[in-house]
């Protein structure tokens, strides 16, 4: 394989590294700017999580731990095909391999003769796609994002989620409740009548008996 091809790899294993980072950045920090009014939000992750926060709240009368159910969530996100930690994961990867790349290539040059300056571009293009990696790296800070969407949530869930189920199944017992004293006193009504039509018809019948 040529020196070229190595090049040509290596690019583009650092490129894919560097994308990747931006894409998690951009969506975290999407993510963090919708919970700042989470009731009426569009995002549709965030709309999933309210969800099924409040179908698992309702199922089993509260949650028990809600950090845990917010870190399960978060996990669980994709982007396509990959999770956003197996993203960010396969991101550090991609940075790792092109490197590798990079030092085959240069193997490869010196094994087939080539000047150490013909190989210089790899050392380059190694180095700068390292630095530039490492500063979109600090800059996006994926972990810190993630970090302050997890506590951004907890704190819609714990603060207004829960108050809103809350109040919504107290009204729901209400009606239940009003609709079994309805149905009762029904019940009872319906009862009093055929009890008195009872009353009236053996009344009736024993008039009939005594004219006769």
Known sequence: MSRTFYMTLMIILLLFGIVCQIILGILYQNMIRETDNMTVTEN???KTCKSKFATCYQINHGVANISVFVDKFLNRIKVGHFTMRGLSHLSGQAVLIGSLVAG????KGIVQGVQMLDL???YIVSFMGLYIYFTVSSLVNVKEKKEILKINII???ENTMINKLERS????????IYKRQTNATKKREESKSRTE?????????ILLEYLA
């Open 120 to 122: 210089l571009p790899f």
């Open 197 to 205: 039509a009872q009353d009236m018809e053996e009344l009736s019948d």
């Open 155 to 157: 704190d819609y869930l």
């Open 169 to 176: 199944m107290s009204r729901d017992g209400d009606v239940k």
């Open 44 to 46: 549709k992750i965030l």
């Open 104 to 107: 085959i290539g240069v193997y």
